[in-house]
């Protein structure tokens, strides 16, 4: 799948690596069936990675959402070449209304823009049944607190270690490895209400 060409540090728009993204949605599709025939989100998608292994392990319906068109245009691509369909979206988080059965996702961390993390998690249990969800490890007992206030369980923490190549000028190392969770997390919200 083709990477983003320009990546924006604002954004925080890491590629997750291929072997982390098929180990996510192997576990979503395989291990807890969360994937095929179930509507499927990927919120924050980038180049669609998510979205597109969702799409590819049968779900009925997939959307990808993100901010930035240029992200948008390259997963739109990765879609065709991979012949599956996606509904991609251009647009910010309260772009997206409804239920999905299951959202998956790799937002920002918020080390650029503090708790866009959180953002992106409150929006994720408000539309979703379940949530697969990365996040630092460095974050995890604040994540996994915050979660309890709203309601949610956390059902499984799957640890990976996310290896970020030198992208941006601030960058010193070739390579600099994030310990990263991924969670799954069982919504309590109705499905008419939206977080």
């Known amino acids: 799948m083709r990477p983003h060409p320009s990546p924006r540090i604002s954004l925080e728009q890491y590629t997750i690596p291929a072997s982390i993204a098929a180990d996510i949605v ?115 007992d604040h994540l996994l607190r915050y979660l309890d206030r709203c309601g949610s369980r956390v059902r499984s923490v799957h640890e990976y270690t996310l290896d970020i190549p030198r992208m941006f000028e601030h960058h010193r190392k070739q390579r600099h490895p994030v310990k990263v969770d991924c969670f799954r997390i069982e919504t309590t919200v109705p499905a008419d209400k939206e977080a």
């Open 26 to 140: 192997y576990l979503a599709a395989v291990v807890h069936q969360d994937i095929a025939g179930r509507s499927v989100v990927d919120l924050g998608t980038g180049t669609g990675r998510l979205a597109i292994g969702a799409a590819l392990l049968g779900a009925s319906q997939t959307t990808g959402l993100d901010i930035d068109p240029v992200a948008i245009g390259v997963a739109r691509d990765n879609s065709r070449a991979a012949k599956v369909d996606v509904d991609w979206i251009v647009g910010a988080l309260d772009a997206i209304h409804g239920r999905f059965d299951t959202v998956i996702m790799n937002p920002p961390f918020g080390t650029k823009k503090a708790h866009v993390d959180k953002i992106f998690l409150r929006k994720a249990i408000g539309i979703g049944g379940v949530v697969y969800s990365i996040h630092k490890s460095a974050t995890r």
